[in-house]
């Protein structure tokens, strides 16, 4: 196989992957949901965080230790749309809160984690393997808030438009699908391997080693749940995706047509 990586924020890449002008996207279930509830004909095909990623963390010293500990405090987020937004309401709502029951404040410059460290706010959305990571690499010791298992939302995973599954790249999609399990795989047993990977590809990630083992380890542990030791490495659970379209379809201003 020979790719090609592009960059791209989820809702023009989602829209691109329906078009066929790229043959795999990564998206999590709040873009996919609502956008095939929005007839943009995608798939997704394989799990790769078996746990949604988007978390809320804070400093341990704060006091917060529950999503129920977060009435009342201020919580930085980059704003109320997303993956992060949904996932906090869901995590609110677990507890009987609502996002009126806390002090939303917005960041659009996604600058709620220099907000935390420097005090500004009690909370912040992120993700699990990113900001509370390099946080207790620091020194500070984090606590991190994330929606329980019966309450998990469909994390990152491979998308597909509906054409390319059945048109001449269809083999190659599915190959590509086989070499991304491989991989996980592989690093999952050995993260050095996945380490050296990433260097090779981007050299400068080399500059913080210690930092970027971290972070890998910590995505690892997110491409596992009780689901995939089941069924596999890359499965889709029904149920969850289930779960979600129920929750999003009943939050208001809801996304899902």
């Known amino acids: 196989l020979e790719g090609t990586f592009q960059n791209k924020i989820a809702p023009p890449l989602v829209t691109l992957v329906g ?12 873009s996919v949901i609502p956008a095939v509830s929005q007839d943009i004909p995608i798939r997704y095909v394989f799990t790769v965080y078996a746990d949604f990623p988007s978390i809320v963390f804070a400093k341990a010293s704060s006091g917060i230790r529950t999503a129920a500990d977060l009435a009342g405090r201020k919580v930085g987020i980059p704003g109320r749309y997303g993956s992060s937004w949904i996932q906090l309401q869901a995590l ?18 996604f600058g709620q984690l220099a907000a935390l460290e420097q005090d500004a706010v009690d909370a912040a959305t992120g993700f699990v393997n990113n900001e509370p990571v390099r946080m207790e690499l620091g020194g500070t010791p984090t606590v991190v808030l994330a929606l329980p298992p ?7 995973g491979l998308i597909v438009g509906d054409a390319a599954l059945n ?18 795989e592989e690093i999952a047993a050995d993260p050095e391997k996945g380490l050296e990977a990433a260097f090779a590809r ?18 690892i ?30 939050l208001p201003d809801s996304p899902v047509a």
Request: proline residues 7%.
């Open 167 to 184: 048109g001449p790249t269809a083999d190659a999609i599915r190959g590509f699908i086989a070499a991304t399990r491989r991989a996980m």
């Open 202 to 219: 981007v050299p400068e990630l080399a500059n913080d080693r210690e930092a970027q083992l971290a972070v890998l380890r910590a995505t």
């Open 92 to 109: 609110l709502a677990g507890v009987g809160l609502t996002p009126a029951d806390v002090d939303i404040v917005p960041f659009p410059d």
């Open 221 to 250: 542990e997110t491409w596992k749940n009780d689901y995939t030791a089941t069924n596999g490495i890359g499965a889709i659970d029904p149920a969850a995706w289930e779960r979600s379209i129920s929750f999003m379809s009943g």
């Open 19 to 30: 078009q066929g002008a790229i043959d795999v996207g990564i998206a999590d279930g709040t």
């Open 150 to 156: 019966d309450a998990q939302l469909p994390g990152n």
